[in-house]
């Protein structure tokens, strides 16, 4: 266990991601979202892990009684494990089996899922377990109306490609925007902060141009489509 301290606002976002995950969202109950978070967890710890034509539901890595679509898990553990090989081919046949809201949303907690294990993991802390899912249906919210994008592959809250593809990529379903950005203010930068490249988060810590070439190595190296 590491005495690493971190930021109360960085830890308050990644204790309300987790939340997030154990809550009804758009199209998946809490159970089916705290299971497949439980998929990538297994994903990126897998010592072994499987090729990405592989389907995890396939292996007898998962639970035998689950409450989510083979589909979805063998979605959040390629995704998890496997970014770089999503094409559009890939996403249109996930897609036609889960729908393109429902497979945004697996999108959105696997990235959340993710970018909390891996911070956690880096600094030498555990990982929390996933609180209890909430017990309820989920809640169908969707945007008054949706459009099809040139720049993401997903439709998106209207109007369409007015936005850069990765701040458009989660539109359609509102409650993972809002959990998205709540934690890209916290770990990278305020979403009303963008415009300023005089921005910094305290006196003395990293320039703006200084984040974003942290920012744009990583992406690099993680293979980031953005």
Avoid: K
């Avoid at 967890?41 to 679509?69: F, K, M």
């Avoid at 094409?87 to 945004?104: I, Q, S």
């Amino acid at each position: 266990m590491s005495d690493v301290a971190v930021r109360d606002d960085l830890a308050e976002a990644h204790r309300l991601a987790w939340e997030h995950v154990a809550s009804p969202g758009s199209w998946w109950t809490g159970a089916q979202r705290v299971e497949l978070g439980s998929t990538v967890l297994l994903s990126i710890a897998d010592d072994d892990p499987l090729p990405p034509w592989v389907g995890v539901s396939t292996s007898d890595r998962l639970p035998a009684e689950r409450v989510a679509p083979d589909a979805a898990h063998d979605a959040a553990y390629r995704i998890a494990r496997h970014a770089g090989t999503m094409t559009e081919d890939v996403f249109r046949r996930f897609a036609d089996e889960l729908g393109e809201l429902p497979y945004v949303e697996l999108c959105a907690v696997v990235s959340s899922v993710a970018a909390v294990v891996h911070f956690r993991r880096n600094v030498g802390l555990d990982i929390p377990p996933f609180p209890a899912p909430i017990d309820g249906e989920p809640t169908g919210e969707r945007p008054n109306e949706l459009a099809d994008a040139e720049l993401n592959w997903v439709p998106v809250a209207a109007p369409a490609d007015e936005a850069a593809a990765v701040v458009q990529a989660y539109t359609g379903v509102p409650g993972e925007m809002t959990n998205t950005w709540r934690m890209a203010s916290a770990q990278y930068i305020p979403v009303e902060e963008m415009i300023h490249a005089d921005w910094s988060r305290r006196s003395g810590g990293l320039t703006r141009p200084q984040t974003e070439l942290v920012a744009a190595r990583v992406a690099q190296l993680r293979e980031c489509f953005y």
